[in-house]
């Protein structure tokens, strides 16, 4: 079994940056793709970006290009997603999850950190 836990969400004003991490545990962590997810308050869960078992492929939505950047790093079994040029709508609780193995559906989840940005 693996546990993910997230860290790293505040309160941030429009325009500023946030790091978060995921750290997980149990099953090798290297050998799972991992994604970011977030949901806003009446809205429904939301693709934000995912990254292959080895880091050298990525995805992101078209809403978080060129802002946000996700990273990993295996050795510390430990997960990014680093946010750039935060906006309001921005506004969610992020979650990270584990897709293993590698196919597209993510079998583990973390509950979630919340990312506020003020406008």
């Known amino acids: 079994q693996v546990q993910l836990v997230e860290s790293g969400g505040g309160l941030v004003q429009a325009g500023g940056s946030l790091r978060l991490s995921c750290s997980a545990s149990?099953?090798?962590?290297?050998?799972?793709?991992m994604g970011w997810f977030r949901q806003a308050p009446g809205k429904e869960r939301e693709f934000v970006a995912a990254?292959?078992?080895?880091?050298?492929?990525?995805y992101g939505a078209d809403s978080v290009k060129g802002r946000f950047t996700i990273s990993r790093n295996n050795a510390k079994n430990t997960l990014y997603l680093q946010m750039n040029s935060l906006k309001p709508e921005d506004t969610a609780v992020y979650y990270c999850?584990?897709?293993?193995?590698?196919?597209?559906?993510?079998?583990?989840w973390g509950r979630g950190t919340q990312v506020t940005v003020s406008s």
């Open positions: 999850a584990g897709d293993d193995p590698p196919g597209g559906v993510y079998d583990y």
């Open positions: 149990g099953r090798a962590f290297s050998r799972y793709a």
């Open positions: 990254i292959a078992w080895s880091g050298q492929t990525t």
